[in-house]
DNA sequence: TCGCTATAGGTAGCAATCCTACATATAGGA
DNA sequence: TCCTATATGTAGGATTGCTACCTATAGCGA
């Protein structure tokens, strides 16, 4: 998976794993990567800045706590968060659409 | 359409315009404002620099001409432009594909 | 003639974003 | 003891598309 390619997409990604319950970083990282067969396995070094800007934009609201002797940040949607959520799938879904107007080669050829 | 979603996708974006034969930048910029019902509506100052750019890389070629007294550059797809663009295609069909699994709400939905 | 728009090309510098590389710390197995 | 997995974080770099600006010709309307 070409890294650019991720560019503008991300924080709808982070959002969606967030959607089913709150969660901690490392464990959005593991179900990203394991909801795409690996296919998106981001570095911890993408992860947490992004985190942050969710919760500097008031997508998602992190506390502190800790399990097993190791501190962690759990995140949750806001409500914001869920409405931007919404949002993100539909700009993707505007997205993926014209993108594969003008890429050609058929509009949805799903081959794999 | 959100500007950064953008980020990645152009070059396959431009080769696809040229796909069909040379044209000249201005032609390809309205070409994909045409084919996109006008929400890939590029800005001059994205559309020269990314022809450069993709001629710098030796997927385009392009050539000086003057017509109606207005001086052109007209590019056309390289070998390697057309495989790049065979590329572009195959790894787009894969990043809408995972981005949709990890998004969620349904596959393809295609509400539009 | 003057001004505006469309056509046609271009650059400089900014802002955003994701990545690489590194740092810290605990738990548990070899 | 060392290594790996878990868990969080930052600094700095590279890429990329955009904003804002510039130059120039053709053609139309006032």
New binding site residues.
Partial sequence: MR??A??????GLLLAALEDGPQ????VKEALRDATDGKID?????V??????LEQAGLIKGSWSV???????TYELTEKGRRSLAGARDHWQEFAAVMSAALGGGPWPVTN
């Fill in positions: 890294a650019e991720l560019k503008g997409h991300l924080d901690h970083g490392y464990a981001l570095p911890t070094g993408t947490y800045p992004a985190l942050h800007r399990v097993g002797g190791r501190r962690r940040r």
